[in-house]
């Protein structure tokens, strides 16, 4: 039998088969970054709102009618955003793998995550989005490389891969062969 628990949110009946559901804290941006990242990933939905009342107004300081919380789902994968002020900040220690097949693949989810983010925050397929969340864009191939037994190759492809921004499944290719 499975362990799936119907979750109450804003009035719908969610199925959750996912026993660790990640939180995104944001400071009042939660509903933008939701539409956000909806827009970009073709398998999500956005499937409850929850908005905060006159209730506890003087801990969370939020006008009624806000949005507390959201879940959504990214290709299966179940999330809660929550606008809770401007108490915590992201950062790299945690970050969303996004695995691609293909160089379009890559490009695509980078051009779309970063967009509106920190340049500088660019470095061997990380990227923060323009609300401060990090991001890895990943080829398939990349992992399959870096795990290979010729340490020669996988630690070609590792130099390789240090000097992008963006990764390039072409030069990291071309650094495999050449090792």
Not at 28 to 43: L, M, P, T, W
Not at 59 to 65: C, F, P, S, T, V
Not at 75 to 104: D, H, M
Not at 144 to 173: A, C, H, R, W, Y
Request: proline fraction near 2%.
């Amino acid at each position: 039998m499975s362990e799936a628990t119907i979750v109450e949110t804003a009035g719908n009946k969610i199925e959750n088969n996912q026993k660790i559901v990640p939180c995104l804290w944001f400071d009042n941006q939660a509903e933008d970054a939701v539409k956000f990242y909806v827009s970009i990933f073709k398998n999500s939905s956005i499937d409850g709102v929850v908005r905060y009342g006159n209730e506890g107004f003087e801990i969370h300081h939020m006008k009624e009618g806000t949005v507390m919380t959201m879940d959504f789902k990214i290709e299966g994968q179940r999330f809660i955003a929550l606008n809770g002020g401007p108490v915590f900040k992201f950062n790299e220690a945690i970050s969303f793998q996004v695995y691609c097949e293909t160089q379009q693949k890559v490009d695509y989810y980078w051009e779309k995550l970063s967009e509106g983010g920190d340049p500088n925050a660019q470095q061997c397929g990380w990227l923060k989005d323009k609300y401060g969340v990090s991001w890895q864009v990943i080829p398939t191939i990349l992992i399959k490389m870096l795990k290979d037994q010729d340490s020669n190759k996988s630690q070609k492809v590792m130099k390789t891969m240090l000097q992008m921004k963006k990764i390039d499944i072409q030069s990291l290719s071309h650094a495999y062969e050449q090792a």
